[in-house]
């Protein structure tokens, strides 16, 4: 992988990272396609497993249910290459969750 491809990769991943959060905050499952793979794998113990489809379905139903509105940020993206094919990233997320009144105890 050429330097060029490297940072193409790299700018590619970061926009995913933050597709996810305009998902999450405008509920919008249609995203999920442009962010996980079919065969991607999620692992939010003790709450969720499952593929990347049916998270934004879980999330979007726990969304709805109990937050008024929501606010994710992330930040401090770093990216490493373990070989042309597979790269780890690292994220910093900032959420606020602003919950509706009687949803896990909220008040208005």
Known sequence: MTG???????????????LYSRCMDRCDNTLCDE??????????????????????????????????????????????FKSDTEAVSETYGILSLFGREGAMGAKP
């Open 35 to 80: 962010i996980f793979t079919v065969d991607s794998v999620l692992n939010y113990p003790p709450d969720f497993q499952g593929t990347g489809r049916e998270f934004c379905a879980w999330a979007e139903g726990n969304h709805r249910r109990m937050y008024d509105y929501t606010s994710h940020q992330y930040t401090d993206v770093t990216i490493k």
């Open 4 to 18: 060029l491809e490297m940072l193409l990769a790299k700018d590619e991943i970061r926009e995913k990272i933050y």
